[in-house]
């Protein structure tokens, strides 16, 4: 499926915005799933790309504001056409960090006992690294399950274990808690961010899943849904994945000035 994708981030201020530096994961790369034909990223001042530890495309710039500017507002502007294959099962190139690496705790999905136990009654301990695809499958179900989507639920900085404990978030929160799970079972697990296609789920165009290690020592990975409890297909746009959502976040910034900040997003996908 060949997707064109409109991605618009509105900054509004209160007050002249003095200094602002921006740093931005919103550049998806071609690969196994999919392959970019075409893609732009706009932005207030001149973008500088580098790669991050993971592979991912990062842009940034910095605004630096003079004593007679009156700048209340910034604009941050992708949009490209990708084509999506629906291949959820794939290897990491060798220069990627090693899959023991995301079993690592971070601050968004710590392993825990009770996850632990919550998982245990969905997936076997892995046998010589290798984890059986079904079992996390019907793991994600779980998840989905007793983490329903609810809009407007959590914010940015709930962690696993909070939304869990809670019953509801959505769906960077259930894809933290699928993520947390798996390393408290000893399963190599990461966070992916992304887009979706669904005409009746607008509210998902912005979306997040997961990367669980099938078979540590090829390196195999399968992406997981867990919001719709299935293997990536040709809905998914994949455009970054880190540890959890803080190494990978659309846009992560600091500014001076500004007094009070709005943020609107605007994503639109459509078929081509």
């Known amino acids: ?53 993971f592979g991912n495309k990062v ?24 084509e999506t294959f629906g291949i959820a ?42 984890t059986d695809l079904g079992m996390l499958l019907a793991l994600s179900q779980g998840v989905a399950g007793v983490v329903s989507y609810q809009k407007n639920s959590t914010t940015v900085t709930t962690t696993a274990l909070q939304a869990f404990d809670a019953g509801a978030g959505v769906c960077q929160d259930q894809a933290h808690v699928m993520v947390a799970i798996c390393r408290s079972l000893g399963i190599p697990a990461r966070y992916v961010s992304g887009y979706f296609y669904a005409a009746n789920e607008p509210d998902l165009a912005s979306h997040a899943w997961v990367d669980v290690c099938l078979d540590v020592a090829a390196r195999r990975w399968v992406s997981i849904d867990v919001t719709h409890s299935c293997p990536i297909d040709e809905r998914h746009v994949r455009l970054a994945m880190g540890t959890d959502y803080n190494a990978c976040p659309p846009i992560k910034g600091v500014r001076q000035g500004g007094g009070e900040e709005t943020m609107t997003v605007d994503i639109t996908i459509q078929p081509v």
Not at 106 to 123: D, K, Q, S
Request: proline share 8%; aromatic share 12%.
């Open 59 to 82: 842009s940034s710039y910095t605004f630096v504001g003079q004593a007679v500017d009156n700048v209340r507002w910034s604009l941050v502007n992708a949009a490209g056409d990708v």
């Open 89 to 130: 099962e794939f290897k990491d190139a060798p220069t990627m960090p090693h899959p023991a690496f995301f079993l690592r705790a971070t601050h968004l999905a710590t392993p825990h006992e009770r996850l632990a136990e919550f998982g245990r009654g969905f997936v076997a301990p892995p046998v010589a690294g290798i």
């Open 1 to 53: 499926m060949k997707l064109h994708v409109r991605h618009v981030t509105d900054y509004r201020y209160t007050e002249p915005l003095r200094y602002a530096l921006q740093t931005m994961w919103l550049t998806p790369l071609s690969g196994p799933a999919q392959t970019v034909h075409f893609w732009s990223l706009g932005a207030p001042e001149k973008l500088f790309e580098q790669a991050d530890a």
